[in-house]
């Protein structure tokens, strides 16, 4: 058994405002507009965004998810969230074994925007 691709889904009260968030300040491609729900390509991976009206679940008032992206530069990310108004959980550190920022979506969601500082660690996910 194969497994060719994965997505994990997220749900939101207002769709449209994530909608435009993963689509104008992230610029995450869309690559299936389901009408009740998306699917974005950010970089090798897919997530989707669902509206909390329709689906299999329904949005909760605090999220136990976390959508971390692996990038080449945290600080290039962080001012251009920063830049848009994204409000940020915790700022850019370099410790331990990745360099990562903490930030929220407009459904509450955190992403983490993250970069492994040992090479053949980040090369993993490349």
């Known amino acids: 058994m194969i497994v060719n691709s994965q997505v994990t889904f997220f749900y939101y009260d207002d ?12 610029k995450f491609p ?8 998306k699917i ?3 970089g ?7 509206n909390g ?7 909760q008032e605090q999220n136990a998810v976390m959508l971390t992206l ?13 830049a848009h108004g994204v409000k940020v959980r915790s700022m850019p550190n370099k410790e331990g074994f990745a360099e ?6 407009p459904g509450g969601y955190v992403i ?3 970069h492994f500082n040992n090479p053949l660690e980040h090369a993993v996910f490349e």
């Open 112 to 114: 983490e925007i993250q």
């Open 30 to 37: 869309v690559v299936q507009d389901q009408g009740f729900a």
């Open 15 to 26: 769709y449209a405002g994530a909608a435009d968030f993963y689509e104008n300040v992230m």
């Open 70 to 82: 692996l990038v080449d530069n945290v600080m290039e990310w962080h001012e251009h969230l920063v």
């Open 53 to 59: 009206k329709g689906g299999s679940l329904r949005p």
């Open 100 to 105: 990562a920022g903490l930030y929220y979506d």
């Open 44 to 50: 090798r991976t897919f997530f989707g965004i669902v």
């Open 40 to 42: 974005y390509r950010a």
